[in-house]
């Protein structure tokens, strides 16, 4: 028997923003036959209150059902409920369960859930998502503690032989955070003492900027913009005067060379006008913590109109969608955790927090039922049997905790 909202199209039922029971079928009333292998849409709706199905075409109608099968990467969220600080704690928890090894003290995030190595920046960006974790909930310390005493131990506590500036940069900023929550100094020493290597190798005292490389072939966003972060969190944390002349001369560098001041896009480097959510992300909290609002605020806005719509984003666009098992995985990570800090810090949520909302909301919807991870695809369901990893995980956690919920 039909129910009351035969006749709607998909379209019609997202905008009027219907909530539906807890399992439903998804059917094109041309299709007849009530049987879900017939169905033109196949959804599971799982206690993530998302509502999936394979496409938007026809005139639907529901039926419950307590045996649909699971949703497949093909698909596209047609209806959401909103997000909440429960989901983030949920997130957050699945992922260590998948990929934290404690390793008596000295702890780190595998590759896999069967193991592997993360790599060096990866694996710092990953400890700073449970930094972002403490910061919303007050929680994970004593895991902050321990990741950043395994890198330590892993990685050692002089990285000079890592010959990229902004591998060392990231992982600064991690060790300076680090210190901020915990107040165990061995960490400030670490961060200042690897700070100093990348800066004195890497700083052009002729032309300005970091040279991304110790080949000293190529000066790149990507070490510029965690570079003047991570100086001015060392200032930030001792007061040295010539933390904060670093990081003004390395985001000036950033400003007059890799950014363009009329669309606020962010340059990958010198030669190339790629732009990338990391990059305008740190770009962003260069910006503000050197007290230029109004590049900030423009490279915020450029970030804003990167990626595309999906049903469900009320016309705003989510983040792109980097791939699995690459340098890129995790780059969304980055950009939502800054321009997050920028809204709170400036008091503009009337400009950023739908969009942000969104795309943590997008975050959540495609979450996997089996094991509550969330991928780096915030436009498709995370489908069964498909390998991801810890990498390709981290954005979609570092989303609910950066990102205030609704409600």
């Known amino acids: 028997m039909k129910n009351p909202f035969a006749g709607l199209t998909a379209m019609m039922l997202v905008t009027a923003g219907l909530f539906l029971p807890p399992s439903v079928c998804v059917q094109n009333e041309a299709d007849g036959a009530n049987k879900a292998h017939h169905a033109a849409f196949l959804v599971q709706k799982s206690y993530t209150n998302a509502l999936w199905a394979s496409g938007i075409r026809g005139n639907l109608w529901f039926e419950t059902s307590g045996n649909l099968p699971a949703y497949t990467s093909s698909t596209s969220p047609l209806l959401s409920v909103s997000f909440t600080s429960a989901n983030a704690d949920t997130l957050t928890n699945s992922y260590n369960n998948a990929f934290y090894v404690g390793n008596n003290g000295k702890g780190f995030f595998k590759n896999y859930k069967t193991g592997g190595d993360t790599g060096f920046w990866q694996q ?67 961060a200042e003492t690897n700070y100093a290597i990348a800066f004195n190798r890497g700083w052009d005292p002729v032309a300005g900027g970091l040279f991304w490389t110790t080949a000293k072939n190529s000066k790149n966003a990507c070490v510029e913009g965690p570079g003047s972060i991570a100086a001015h969190l060392l200032y930030e944390i001792t007061g040295k005067a010539s933390y904060r002349q670093q990081s003004a001369a390395i985001f000036n560098f950033l400003q007059a060379q890799l950014w363009n001041a ?18 305008q992300g740190t770009f962003i909290r260069a910006a503000e913590l ?82 509550d991870l969330s991928w780096q695809d915030w436009h498709d369901a995370l489908p069964s049997g498909t390998l991801v990893g810890s990498w390709d995980c981290v954005s979609s956690v570092a989303a609910l905790q950066d990102v205030p919920p609704p409600h």
């Open 262 to 279: 009329t669309t606020g896009k962010v340059y990958d480097n010198l030669s190339s006008h790629v732009a990338t959510t990391y990059n």
């Open 124 to 190: 710092a960006e990953e400890i700073e998502a449970v930094e972002d974790a403490y910061e919303r909930s007050g929680n994970y310390r004593t895991m902050i503690v321990s990741l950043l005493n395994g890198f330590a131990s892993i990685r050692g506590t002089d990285w000079s032989s890592n010959i990229f500036n902004d591998d060392i940069m990231w992982a600064t900023i991690a060790f300076a955070r680090g210190y901020q929550i915990t107040g165990d100094a061995t960490f400030l020493s670490i």
């Open 290 to 371: 050197n007290g230029n609002f109004a590049a900030a605020n423009l490279a915020a806005k450029y970030l804003m109109s990167m990626g595309s719509t999906t049903p469900t984003s009320h016309g705003y666009n989510i983040m792109p969608n980097y791939e699995t098992a690459n340098n890129n995985s995790g780059f969304n990570s980055i950009a939502i955790r800054w321009v997050a800090r920028f809204m709170k810090d400036k008091g503009l949520q009337s400009t950023y927090l739908g969009w942000l909302q969104a795309n943590a909301q997008a975050a959540w919807n495609v979450i996997r039922i089996s094991d």
